[in-house]
């Protein structure tokens, strides 16, 4: 496959446009499509999506995959002489907030670009290419990954009232409080507040404004500090967390890999809701 070729998908696809990866590869927005239509020649495909911003069909997402295992490869050998890899991953905000940063610490060497979701939409940015890694909460791999279970985050229904208080929910991917309710028989009802940050959240139920599901790591001090009380003392949600990373024999991931699992060992073992 032409790697000037792939590059210049790769950057079509990082940056949005044709003429946004002319400038970064400092060549004229018709050779950006010339390249793409060469190789989509080669592949047989259209890989492409002419839109605002491009983004890649499926057939693109395996090779965006594929360009980005590419190059991780490339900069790990590169890595020996030069200031070392970078690696994308993509991790939901309440594991960042509590347990995840250590294994980063304890792989110091690559350059780190996180992104945050909801542990059940993370593995997503694997799909697209985005991520060479993930916590998700989706218990099948991803093709061209590998899966490794974490065990679970648990989840503790807390606030100053009760349950006809406003529920605060992290975003509208957010559906913790919607499962835990659901466990108890009961609908989504009341008023609603989205506050789209792990410590605001946690803040807004300290400061009254309604209940939500706490991370057990965050929610036990509080209440023994008296920010807020268990809702249900006896009743919980467990989510089952997985490290799923590309399927490639590269020395930073198998590192990373090893440190996730050793900052994994806070949570819960036999996961169950």
Known sequence: MDQVQLATFQAVIGTGSFEAAARQLH????????????????????????????????????????????????????AQARD?????????????????????????????ELHTDDQDYTADLLRSGTAMAAVTAEHVAVQGCRL??????????VGSGDLSAPMIVYNRKDHIQHRFLASLGRDA???????????????????????????EQHALPDIAAGHYRPLFPDKFLD???????????????????AAVKAAAAVLRRKPRS
């Open 27 to 78: 060549v004229t927005p018709s050779a950006v499509s010339q390249r793409i239509k060469a190789l989509e020649s080669a592949v047989g495909q259209v890989l492409v999506r002419r839109a605002k911003p491009c983004v890649a069909t499926p057939a693109g997402e395996a090779l965006v995959r594929f360009a980005g295992q590419v190059e991780l490869l490339e900069r790990e050998a590169l």
């Open 84 to 112: 070392g890899s970078r690696v994308s991953i993509v991790v939901n905000a309440d594991s960042l907030d509590t347990w995840f940063l250590p294994a980063l610490a304890a792989v110091p060497g690559p350059s780190y």
């Open 239 to 257: 989510v089952p967390l997985y490290w799923q990373y590309w399927k490639i024999e590269s020395a930073v991931l198998s590192d990373l890999t």
């Open 189 to 215: 009802d009341g008023p609603i507040h989205y506050v789209p940050a792990a410590a605001a959240f946690v803040e807004a139920i300290r400061l009254g404004l309604g209940w939500g599901m706490v991370p």
């Open 148 to 157: 490794e279970p974490l065990g679970a985050m648990r989840y503790l229904p």
